[in-house]
């Protein structure tokens, strides 16, 4: 959306990466002035899904861009409103996918009836507006909410390879032999 939205051509925003842009942008933006559908809402499960989210939002912008006349690749006049009905739309999206699945770890008795946690990590994580939605959630089913330090929520990548780093340390699920692993390169 950021890359849609030209935002490296925003002098507010010309240094940060996408999601930071739509962050920075959303604080001063209204979040009213456009409604999004929200994806997936007629499948019952824990899915995440943001293409259909995307098509949408990419529909919105070119009407947008119709109504003020610009050229794809100009920066929209209500480009702060956009970025704000964006972010809300996607914290909406997590909070009630997320929401299903507490409710379903719950009821499958998967977590603790007390002290359950709820961990978010990478990039989404530091977006502080989806950590304070997250932590509205966790606080009204009484769970924990645990979110690394918004520097170290750049990457899923560097959450894994932290998280293979500590299992190794423990000698946790530690594969000694690749023989009979088959690799399948993209």
């Not at 529909?59 to 970025?83: F, R």
Request: aromatic share 6%; glycine share 6%.
């Amino acid at each position: 959306v950021a890359r849609r939205l030209s935002l490296r051509k925003h002098p507010e925003c010309h240094s940060m990466a996408g999601g930071k842009a739509i962050e920075h942008l959303a604080q001063t933006g209204d979040q009213e002035l456009l409604t999004f559908r929200l994806p997936m809402q007629q499948y019952r499960n824990c899915d995440f899904s943001f293409s259909g989210l995307q098509n949408v939002i990419n529909n919105a912008i070119v009407q947008k861009e119709k109504e003020e006349g610009i050229q794809e690749g100009e920066i929209l006049s209500c480009v702060k409103d956009v970025a704000a009905a964006v972010q809300h739309a996607v914290a909406v999206h997590i909070i009630q996918r997320t929401y299903r699945a507490m409710l379903f770890c719950i009821k499958n008795s998967i977590l603790p009836s007390k002290n359950a946690t709820l961990v978010v990590s990478g990039g989404v994580a530091s977006n502080q507006y989806i950590r304070k939605v997250l932590q509205n959630l966790a606080d009204a089913k009484d769970f924990a909410l645990l979110c690394p330090p918004p520097r170290l929520c750049t990457d899923n990548g560097v959450m894994i390879a932290w998280n293979g780093i500590e299992r190794l340390r423990a000698g946790l699920g530690v594969l000694h032999s690749t023989a009979g692993v088959r690799y399948e390169p993209r």
